[in-house]
């Protein structure tokens, strides 16, 4: 399993912006792999927010935040963004990338599915 590591969670108010990095301790090369972001709210699944592909970068991105969150891969640096703007109270949760050799419906749709490696989460607050 590869161990990635997030970064850039914090505290914003309603409105803000924020971005996230998912990237790896030990150099690991993410490139061959789909990396999706996804969050969990308290008391609430973990859903899948957006996802890139490996080979050509195609992208998905959850209904909800669709227009507002983009997400992009720099493979020169082997890290995988997810830029959020127009944040809301109801993006608030601990949000995790995962890596797979997977499409993006299977990797974003199933949570819960197999995985080559996950993070240990960074956690968005949005205030009102």
């Known amino acids: 399993q590869v161990q990635l590591v997030e970064s850039g969670g914090g505290l914003v108010q309603d409105g803000g912006s924020l971005r996230l990095s998912c990237t790896t301790a030990s150099g690991f090369n993410l490139n061959p792999y789909a990396i999706g972001w996804f969050r969990q709210a308290p008391g609430k699944e973990r859903e899948g927010v957006s996802c890139?592909?490996?080979?050509?970068?195609?992208?998905y991105y959850t209904s909800s935040v669709k227009g507002r969150f983009t997400i992009s891969r720099d493979r020169a640096k082997n890290t995988i963004y997810l830029q959020m703007n127009s944040l809301k109270p109801e993006d608030t949760g601990t949000y995790y990338c995962?890596?797979?050799?997977?499409?993006?419906?299977?990797?974003?749709?199933?949570?819960?599915?197999?995985?080559?490696?996950w993070g240990k989460g960074t956690l968005v607050t949005v205030s009102s």
């Open positions: 890139v592909g490996s080979s050509f970068n195609a992208e």
């Open positions: 995962a890596a797979a050799m997977r499409t993006l419906r299977e990797l974003c749709g199933d949570p819960h599915g197999a995985m080559d490696g």
